[in-house]
C-alpha cells in the first residue's frame, strides 16, 4: 500500500479535479479534495472506482479509442468529454485532459479537469440559456414581463417580450420610455382595483393576479386582460414583478353572455312560474264558481224530485240516491282539484296556508308532521307566499316519496327582515349523487323558485339523520318596498321616443 502513487500536494490542493488512474487496470489510486466534494464521496470510497462508475454513459470502445491515441511516450496527452454522476444522482459535464505518466515503475494516466468557468464558457452557457429563454417567450401567447416598484414611488418596466405590441398596442421602447402609459391604458373603473392588488401582493410578497379592462387607442377599442405574476423584494427596496400578460377578452365576453342567459333564464322561469300560479288561480276559482256551483244547483234540484218521485217507487228511489251520490262525489272531486291548483288557505297568509298543508300531508301520507312558527302571522305578497308554499309541497311530496322518514318537521321564522323556512326529516338522507342527478327536477325547481324570490336554498344533513333543506330570504324593508315600487311606477310624461324603448 505505502508503494502506491499518490498525487502531489500540490495537486491534492488544486482547485481543479485531478484523477490518477493505473493505466492497465483502469482503477482509481487518487483523487484530489476539489474532485471529493464535487462528486460527494470520500476520498476511500472513490479508490473503489473506474471511470466508467464515475461516468456510467463513457462506453469501453470509446476509452478504448483515446487511450490508443495517447503515446507510450511519458508527457503524451489526449482529451476526454465526460458527464460524470455524483452521489445524489445529478450529472455534469467535465473534459479531462489525459497524460501519461510512471512512477515507481507503474504506468499512470494523469486526468486534470478542464476549468469550464471560463468566461468564454460562462458566454456561451448564457447564449444558450438566452436562445432557450427567447424560444419560450416567442410561443408564449401574450406578453411576458418585468415590472418594478421603487421605493421613492416609480414604476419600470426592465423587460416587455415582443408581444407588448399586439397586447397593448404599444411598444416596448414606448412603455421603457413611459411606464405610466400603461396606467392609463386601464379603465377608470378598474384602477383601484387595480392598485389595490399590486399594493396587496407587495406587502404580503404574494402572487399577483389581476383582471381588468384596458383602452387599446391603437384599434379604438376595450381587452380584458389577465396579470400574473411573481413578487421579489430586491436589496434596495424596489420591488420586481415577473409575470405574464394575456389578453382574455373572448373567454370573459363569454362568461358575461352565460350570467346575462341564465339570468334571463331565470327570469323567465319566474315569469312562467308566475303565469302559470295565476291560471292555476283561475282555473281554480272557475271550477269552484261556476262548476261547484252548477253542481249545487243539481243536488238542490234532485232534493226536490226525489221529493215527488212516487211512494214505493223502489227503483226510481234507488236511481235517484245513485245520482245523488255521483253529485257528492263530484263536488268533493270539484272541491279537491281546486285545492290543488291553489289553496284558499293561502288568502290566509303563509302561515295559515302552511299550517294547513302541513296537517293535510300528516293525514295523507301518516308521518308525524309539526309546523312551527315564530310569527302567527307574516306579511308577503301573494307570488311570495305562493312561491314559498310550492317549495314546501315539492319538499314534502319527496319527503313521502323517497324519504322513508316518520317525523318531519317545518319551521317559518322571520328576523330582521330575513325570513328561514327549514323542512327536517329523519329519513335515509340523501347522499351527493342524488342532489346532482340530471332527473332531479324538484331539487331544480326548488332551487329556481327560492332564486327568482332574491334568495338561497341549501341541502344539509338533519340534526335527527335525515336531510334539511333550508330557504332564506330577505324581505325588503318597509322603505326599500316604498322605493321600489316608485321606481317601477309609469311615469306620467310621455315616454321617449325611442325605438328600444318601443321593444
Known amino acids: ?9 500540490a495537486m491534492r490542493a488544486a482547485a481543479t479535479e485531478i484523477y490518477l488512474y493505473d493505466a492497465a487496470s483502469l482503477q482509481l489510486l487518487d483523487v484530489n479534495d476539489a474532485a471529493c466534494g464535487n462528486l460527494q464521496y470520500a476520498r476511500e470510497q472513490l479508490l473503489a472506482m473506474t471511470p466508467f462508475t464515475l461516468a456510467p454513459q463513457l462506453e469501453a470502445q470509446g476509452m478504448a479509442a483515446v487511450l490508443a491515441a495517447l503515446d507510450d511516450a511519458v508527457g503524451a496527452q489526449a482529451q476526454l468529454h465526460v458527464q460524470q454522476r455524483r452521489r445524489d444522482g445529478s450529472l455534469y459535464s467535465l473534459s479531462l485532459q489525459l497524460s501519461r505518466a510512471n512512477r515507481l515503475g507503474r504506468a499512470l494516466i494523469l486526468a486534470v479537469a478542464e476549468d469550464l468557468r471560463t468566461p468564454q464558457a460562462t458566454a456561451a452557457a448564457l447564449a444558450q440559456v438566452q436562445s432557450r429563454f427567447n424560444a419560450i417567450v416567442s410561443n ?33 421602447a414606448q412603455l421603457h420610455a413611459r411606464p405610466e402609459l400603461f396606467y392609463q391604458l386601464i379603465l377608470a373603473d378598474d384602477r383601484a382595483a387595480y392598485l389595490e392588488s399590486m399594493q396587496a401582493s ?7 393576479n389581476w383582471e381588468g379592462r384596458i383602452w387599446v387607442d391603437a384599434w379604438k377599442d376595450v381587452k380584458w386582460i389577465n396579470l400574473r405574476s411573481t413578487p ?3 436589496a434596495d427596496g424596489t ?23 341564465r339570468a334571463r333564464l331565470a327570469e323567465l322561469t319566474a315569469h312562467i312560474d308566475k303565469v302559470k300560479e295565476h291560471e292555476r288561480t283561475r282555473l281554480a276559482r272557475e271550477l269552484h264558481d261556476d262548476l261547484g256551483g252548477n253542481l ?38 270539484v272541491h279537491r282539484i281546486s285545492l290543488d291548483l291553489r289553496p284558499s288557505m293561502l288568502d290566509l297568509g303563509l302561515v295559515a296556508a302552511l299550517d294547513w298543508q302541513v296537517e293535510e300531508f300528516a293525514r295523507q301520507a301518516g308521518i308525524d308532521c309539526q309546523f312551527i312558527s315564530n310569527r302567527q302571522h307574516i306579511e308577503l305578497d301573494l307570488d311570495q307566499a305562493t312561491s314559498l308554499f310550492r317549495i314546501t309541497q315539492e319538499a314534502l311530496t319527496n319527503i313521502a316519496k323517497h324519504a322513508q322518514a316518520s317525523r318531519v318537521t317545518v319551521r317559518l321564522a322571520l328576523q330582521r327582515q330575513q325570513l328561514r323556512l327549514t323542512i327536517a326529516d329523519n329519513g335515509v ?22 332564486s327568482a324570490l332574491g334568495g338561497s336554498l341549501s341541502l344539509m ?26 321606481a317601477s311606477a309609469p311615469a306620467l310624461s310621455e315616454p321617449p321616443q325611442d325605438p328600444a324603448w318601443r321593444e
Not at 414611488?153 to 397593448?168: E, H, I, N, Q, V
Not at 407587495?202 to 399577483?208: E, N, Q, Y
Request: charged share 20%; net charge positive.
Open 1 to 9: 500500500m505505502h508503494d502506491t502513487p499518490r498525487l502531489a500536494h
Open 140 to 172: 408564449t401567447p401574450g406578453l411576458v414581463y418585468q415590472f418594478c416598484l421603487h421605493a421613492d414611488g416609480r414604476a419600470t418596466f426592465p423587460y416587455l417580450s415582443d408581444g407588448c405590441l399586439a397586447l397593448l398596442g404599444l411598444s416596448p
Open 202 to 208: 407587495k406587502t404580503a410578497l404574494w402572487s399577483w
Open 232 to 234: 421579489r423584494a430586491l
Open 239 to 261: 420591488v420586481q414583478w415577473e409575470g405574464i400578460m394575456t389578453n382574455i377578452t373572448e373567454s370573459r365576453l363569454e362568461q358575461i353572455e352565460v350570467r346575462q342567459s
Open 296 to 333: 249545487t244547483a243539481i243536488k238542490m234540484a234532485l232534493a226536490l224530485l226525489v221529493r215527488r218521485l212516487p211512494q214505493g217507487n223502489a227503483l226510481l228511489q234507488e236511481k235517484a240516491e245513485y245520482v245523488d251520490t255521483l253529485v257528492d262525489r263530484s263536488i268533493d272531486a
Open 429 to 450: 338522507g340523501m347522499r351527493l349523487s342524488d342532489r346532482a342527478k340530471p332527473q332531479s327536477f324538484g331539487i331544480r325547481g326548488m332551487a329556481e323558485r327560492a
Open 461 to 486: 344533513d338533519g340534526p335527527d339523520g335525515g336531510t334539511m333543506l333550508g330557504i332564506k330570504i330577505r324581505l325588503a324593508t318597509p322603505r326599500e318596498a316604498i322605493i321600489a315600487a316608485a
